[in-house]
């Protein structure tokens, strides 16, 4: 070995090397929280501090590493090379030195362990802040807007938010350090340590082992191996086929997956997992519980497995297939991202739910649950050794009843499907009743309710059921509808339509409902109701949803009463009789047909009316009290008060009268507060709640000339054509800006 034996500062090596932490190398463990570490970790800055302050030396001992392209790869010095790192970015810039040059060499650091790990030390050298005796660093850095709330469960990232914790805490009230930390090896430099350079090793295990006092531990999968293979044999389970699978079949079955050190331990494991958590799920109690696998824990794995049985169904999945491509096959023959018929679409990029989870993806409970229940099922018809015609309605009932369980939150609906109180119930039912059915509609219809399913998700299910079994046709009508992504499996809402006639009605939904026509579908929903979906409340009143751009999943699948429904339904079906060519031209006819019905004092007169008022990313609004002469509504430009909004009755006459007679921005309210019209002329015009309109100024000059316009106006709107309340609105604005703008001309 031709070993190069040299004394460095961390400067000297940074500026001579890139650093970078290798893929093998541990977490940085001296900013973890326990109670041992925090000692090691304030003896260290003990040391540090008055090796700085005092000027003397401390010698951080040996790094080794191999150098490869100019790039440093530390086989042993990790930890203290990571804390000097943070220790010379703290300083630089309490010190205000982290000029561009001392930016560019400390990006010379890094870590190849995780992304977010590399990242952070790119982030962290760029960010500057103020400090104070009271700062707390952590808290400043987590509060950037550069700062992935998913780093907080980087341990790297963890444990260096603690350390600069604690150098902060230990080197705030010193001073004039940098220039000692940059130092010349020849100038007595506070910290050093002896670098020795590997040029003629590779980087393997046993030379980590070598340079490493601590060794290179075993990894997981190694360790899994044996403690599962001792667990089978002491309690007496058959271990034989894991003994011999576990070298050859499933190595063969999960190559394809190995990492980029050829090794499938990740792969094994991810898989081992996924199945001991849905195995644990066949007849763990249902409760409101968190999964006891979210994170690994060897000894909760193994000693899941407590009868042979289960023992038997893990060797029974891993068989299921012998390689990748088998796997693919398999997947690709039952899922898809596309409405295909005789498969069932998945609402995601990626539909080879299998892959993922090999690949270490972190499914859903509705995933896994519904991956698990394919891989009993294909099992279950292997080893019959016949064909299965209706797998593919089974997965299809199983995706529609696991997507059932949401919840709605801001104005879009997320899964509520959570491990002991759905994924646990879901699982056991499916084995006890459609696991085995051949035709899993017709078992459907023989179902009575149950607690294992929400009562309207299962009768959901059923209703289909009982028009396939009417008609056999209506299948693929409600597989093709039930698989847009406007309804991505709940059609409860337009179900009947489809006993009604046989037109294709996911043509129909898919014409309608486009970003384009938002705007225009959203004014012919309310030329025929009221088909918002209540939120909740606020200052301002409650919040109201009416669709978004090119979004229309909550409106169309949000289980409201018969109204809503038949909304819906009126929709379709005036379209479909519509006599008019093209999208808009039937959506526009819909409104000529219902407009003149509508009284012109209503909220929806309005909205249908003037397009503008409904034309936001968002369709939100606060109602005052949500009657049908509502004038109190407030469009909502983010999903809480907080920020500006505005009335869509001020809105459209402000954007009427013109930039001249009144600025929009100024007609907006902030958080709670409605808003006013604010003409240029320095009047303020505001809607009461019984519609009448509001003038108020400053200037007691103007008091005769408004209430003269005031009368004016009162004359001609009570002797005049009926007028709405934007163009009451509009009509009264320009004659007082023209009056007082006249007055102060004179």
């Known amino acids: 070995m031709d070993e190069i034996n040299t004394k460095y500062t961390f400067w000297n090596l940074i500026n001579q090397y890139n650093i970078e932490i290798p893929i093998m190398q541990r ?12 000692t090691i970790r ?18 951080f001992d040996f790094v080794y590493g191999t150098v490869d392209n100019g790039t440093l790869f530390p086989l042993d010095g990790q930890q203290r090379l990571t804390t000097l790192f943070l ?12 000029t561009d040059t001392v930016k560019e060499i400390l990006k010379k650091f890094t870590y190849s362990t995780r992304i977010s790990s590399r990242e952070f030390c790119q982030s962290i050298v760029e960010y500057e802040f103020d400090l104070n005796a009271d ?56 910290i050093t340590f002896s670098f020795i350079s590997l040029d003629d090793y590779a980087l393997t295990d046993d030379l980590y082992i070598k340079m490493n006092a601590r060794g290179k531990a075993l990894s997981d999968f190694e360790n899994f191996k044996a403690k599962f293979l001792q667990h089978l044999k002491h309690q007496g389970f058959e271990y034989k086929p894991f003994e011999d699978a576990i070298d050859i079949r499933w190595t063969d079955l999960l190559w394809d997956y190995r990492s980029n050190n050829n090794t499938i331990d990740d792969a094994f494991l991810h898989f081992f997992s996924f199945i001991t ?14 999964s006891p696998y979210r ?14 049985d289960k023992v038997m169904r893990l060797y029974e999945m891993f068989d299921l297939w012998k390689n990748k491509a088998e796997i693919n096959d398999c997947m690709n ?39 698990y229940m394919i891989m009993r099922r294909v099992s279950l018809y292997k080893q019959q050794d016949k064909l299965d015609p209706g797998l593919a309605d089974y997965a299809r009932v199983i995706r529609n009843l696991v997507s059932g369980v949401r919840t709605l939150t801001k104005y879009s609906y997320q899964s509520d499907f959570r491990y002991g109180r759905h994924a646990v119930p879901f699982v056991q039912f499916i084995v006890a009743n459609l696991l085995e059915a051949d035709d899993v509609y017709e078992v459907l219809l023989s179902l009575p309710a149950t607690s294992a399913i929400r009562e309207g998700n299962l009768k959901d299910e059923q209703d289909k059921a009982e028009l396939i079994k009417a008609n056999p046709v209506n299948k693929e009508r409600i597989h093709k509808l039930e698989d847009l992504e406007m309804f991505k499996g709940s059609i409860y809402n337009v179900i009947h339509l489809l006993t009604e006639s046989s037109v294709d009605l996911s043509d129909l939904f898919a014409e309608i409902f486009t970003a384009d026509n938002t705007v225009l579908a959203a004014r012919a929903l309310l030329s025929i109701g009221d088909y918002g979906i209540r939120l909740g409340g606020s200052a301002l009143g409650d919040r109201v949803y009416f669709g978004s751009r090119g979004n229309w999943h909550t409106i169309l699948t949000a289980k ?29 006819k819909i409104i000529e047909l219902n407009f003149p019905k509508m009284g012109s004092d209503t909220w929806r007169y309005h909205f249908v009316k003037y397009p503008g008022m409904l034309d936001a990313p968002v369709m939100q609004y606060a109602f005052s009290d949500r009657s049908e002469t509502d004038v109190g509504i407030t469009r909502m430009d983010s999903s809480t008060l907080n920020g500006y909004h505005i009335m869509p009755y001020y809105q459209e006459i402000a954007l009427r009268l013109g930039h001249d007679k009144c600025v929009l921005d100024d007609c907006r309210g902030k958080n709670s507060e409605e808003g006013i019209i604010v003409l240029t002329c320095g009047l303020r015009i505001y809607l009461d709640y019984d519609s009448t309109m509001q003038v108020s100024y400053d200037d007691a000059d103007y008091d005769a000339t408004v209430n003269k316009v005031i009368n004016k106006f009162d004359k001609i709107t009570n002797n005049g054509e009926k007028q709405d309340c934007v163009e009451r609105g509009l009509l009264l604005c320009n004659m007082l800006h023209r009056a007082i703008t006249s007055q102060k001309q004179k």
Not at 150 to 163: G, N, S, Y
Request: aromatic fraction near 10%.
């Open 42 to 59: 304030a003896d260290l800055l003990d040391s540090l501090y008055h090796s700085i302050n005092d000027d003397s030396n401390i010698d």
């Open 27 to 38: 977490d940085y463990a001296q900013g973890r929280s326990n109670s041992k570490t925090s």
């Open 135 to 190: 700062t707390i660093v952590s808290e400043i850095i987590k509060d950037a807007n550069w700062y992935y709330r998913t780093w907080d469960k980087d341990p790297t990232i963890k444990a260096m938010l603690v350390m600069l914790d604690s150098i902060h805490a230990k080197f705030f009230t010193s001073s004039q350090l940098f220039h000692k930390l940059v130092r010349d090896i020849a100038d007595n430099p506070p």
């Open 560 to 588: 409201q009463d018969h109204v809503h429904s038949d909304i819906l339904c009126s929709l379709i079906r005036q379209y479909h009789a519509a006599e008019a060519e093209g999208v808009k031209a039937k959506l526009n």
């Open 333 to 371: 023959s039952i899922f898809s991202t596309a409405h295909e018929i005789g498969k069932t679409k998945l609402f995601e990029q990626n539909c080879n739910l299998l892959d993922r989870c090999l690949k270490g993806d972190n499914l859903s409970y509705p995933n896994k649950v519904l991956l």
């Open 87 to 98: 220790l010379h970015w703290y300083v630089a810039m309490k010190e205000d030195k982290l």
């Open 295 to 308: 994170t690994f824990n060897m000894n909760v794995l193994i000693n899941t497995y407590n009868t042979n």
């Open 277 to 290: 958590e849905m195995i644990y799920a066949e007849d763990a109690e249902a409760k409101d519980m968190n």
